[in-house]
């Protein structure tokens, strides 16, 4: 993924800056957020258009200023429902709505605390969802992590995509009343919560259910294993591993796969 703020994008944060700051509260936005110093010149518009073109040539990594530029924007509460409204109120504000298609056209995606992260498909949509609708703090804090650092830190994404489904487990362990293992890394709370949500080949009827099971174990070792031997979580050995975003892509994905897997297989016991 490229770092640079694409065109569209740089016109609509300009538009939204334009009609909302004044001159002063502009040029205070843009520092903070850690633009080129020295504001250009010109109107409003003109000055926004080439300090984010600016930006994306003097800084090494625009997007992250952009991120910090739009957060105010982009963290604003929807409008509030009216008695006399005759429609629902939008979930989003305008200013919302226009960055985020921006976003989309290039498979960006605003994450809260001014990150704009690549987005990642599926999996990673509806398990954002999932932890939305729930207080679980450690996972959120290492589902933003995860993201953040594909592009730029693929050992600390691997790191923080072994992390979600350690945390998850340990919720889990917890809220159900289970002991907890005396050792507490992945491995060991992995094997309790699969036991206790009753992920047993053995018992599966279909043949073909019986070696994706049996592959979803696999893939929670492999997360485990390239966090011990590759990530940032511990020191590196004599074999040094050159992680890619690629290789942090795959591990980010299948960690949310397994994850989504556990978190609806629980809900469903609880039903």
């Not at 300009?14 to 001159?23: F, G, L, P, S, Y």
């Not at 963290?75 to 504000?93: G, K, L, N, Q, R």
């Not at 591993?241 to 949310?256: D, F, N, Q, S, V």
């Amino acid at each position: 993924m490229s770092n640079l703020i694409p065109s569209p994008l740089i016109s609509a944060v300009a538009d939204i800056v334009a009609e909302r700051e004044t001159h002063a509260s502009l040029d205070s936005l843009f520092l903070h957020g850690g633009a080129p110093e020295e504001p250009p010149a010109g109107s409003k518009h003109v000055k926004a258009l080439e300090w984010l073109r600016r930006t994306n040539k003097e800084c090494a990594n625009p997007l992250q200023v952009l991120g910090r530029i739009i957060e105010g924007y982009m963290e604003e509460p929807p409008p509030t429902a009216s008695p006399f409204d005759d429609f629902p109120p939008a979930t989003v504000t305008p200013e919302q709505d226009k960055i985020n298609k921006a976003l989309a056209r290039y498979e960006l995606k605003y994450m809260r605390g001014g990150h704009i992260v690549a987005s990642l498909g599926a999996p990673t949509r509806t398990l954002e969802e999932f932890i939305r609708g729930r207080d679980i703090p450690s996972i959120e804090q290492e589902f933003h992590r995860a993201m953040e650092n594909v592009e730029s830190g693929p050992r600390e994404a691997v790191s923080a995509a072994s992390n979600i489904l350690e945390s998850l487990c340990k919720v889990h362990i917890s809220e159900e009343q289970i002991d907890m293992p005396a050792k507490q890394d992945l491995k060991p709370v992995w094997t309790i919560v699969r036991k206790h949500l009753g992920f047993d080949p053995s018992i599966v009827e279909d043949q073909d259910l019986q070696t994706i099971l049996t592959g979803l174990f696999a893939v929670v070792d492999g997360i485990g294993a390239l966090r011990t031997h590759a990530s940032s979580a511990h020191g590196a050995g004599k074999k040094s591993y050159k992680l890619e975003p690629r290789h942090a892509r795959l591990a980010i994905h299948a960690a949310h796969t397994v994850a989504l897997y556990v978190i609806e297989s629980w809900d469903k016991r609880k039903k």
